[in-house]
């Protein structure tokens, strides 16, 4: 069963351009979550997609960033006219569907890719 | 406003003893505690969870507790190895299911042989 899978690993753009970042979620996940990593911080949620559905995008900059998740295909993290600022690493993480029913809804655990590196120049 | 805190950035451990990180937050609504640990160019590897209702699991060489009244969790490594040193995360979950993870910044753990 492979795992997440992210390309490109490493992505140049000049400022000014799109930047394209895809998400292959592990086989059976529904669940799509991206976050991104600057220099010597934590991963800070972006947005979270279930196949067609935007659920939370309350981590999005409000400007340029985009994304979707679309019935076929990966995720796709879309960076429209690129600063310097969001030189980063972005990850992506997917989860199963929730298990209805039971006594108690357990934690579906996020399983990460290896990231995309962004660099804008 | 950063709600999970890891307030040390590093720490250096000798082979076979143990390592302790820890890990604060200040949302009470957090419900569901994680460790992730990351090498260099990979992505956060799943290491162990411990819900609210639990103070401690264990699995294998690592054990978190968690204190809630003090808002509070630890994750030890006992005994550490060479192949623990990597960035450690600690993430929090305000309820079960899926949902957004809240990470802190990080420590990095370096075990000396």
């Known amino acids: 069963n492979a795992g997440v899978m992210q390309n490109p690993r490493h992505l140049v753009r000049r400022r000014g351009q799109e930047a394209r970042l895809r998400c292959s979620p592990m086989k059976g996940h529904s669940h799509v979550y991206w976050y991104r990593q600057l220099p010597e911080e934590g991963l800070k949620f972006m947005v979270y997609l279930q196949k067609e559905n935007i659920i939370d995008e309350s981590g999005m900059p409000k400007e340029r960033f985009s994304a979707e998740f679309p019935k076929e295909g990966p995720s796709i993290l879309r960076i429209q006219q690129v600063v310097r600022g969001d030189s980063a690493a972005y990850f992506c993480?997917?989860?199963?569907?929730?298990?209805?029913?039971?006594?108690?809804?357990?934690?579906?655990?996020?399983?990460f890719g290896p990231g995309t590196r962004l660099t804008v120049l | 406003d950063q709600q999970v805190k890891q307030n040390s950035p590093s720490l250096s451990v000798q082979e076979g003893r143990i390592s302790i990180l820890n890990c604060d937050y200040t949302n009470s609504m957090f419900d569901y505690f994680l460790w992730y640990k990351k090498y260099p160019a990979e992505g956060p590897t799943f290491l162990i969870s411990i819900s609210s209702i639990k103070d401690k699991n264990e699995d294998g060489r690592f054990t978190v507790f968690l204190n809630k009244s003090a808002k509070h969790l630890s994750l030890h490594i006992v005994p550490s190895q060479p192949g623990d040193s990597a960035v450690y995360f600690c993430?929090?979950?305000?309820?079960?299911?899926?949902?957004?993870?809240?990470f802190g910044k990080g420590t990095r753990l370096s075990v000396i042989a």
């Open positions: 993480a997917s989860s199963p569907p929730t298990v209805a029913g039971g006594l108690a809804a357990t934690y579906n655990e996020q399983f």
């Open positions: 993430a929090a979950s305000p309820y079960s299911g899926n949902t957004p993870l809240v």
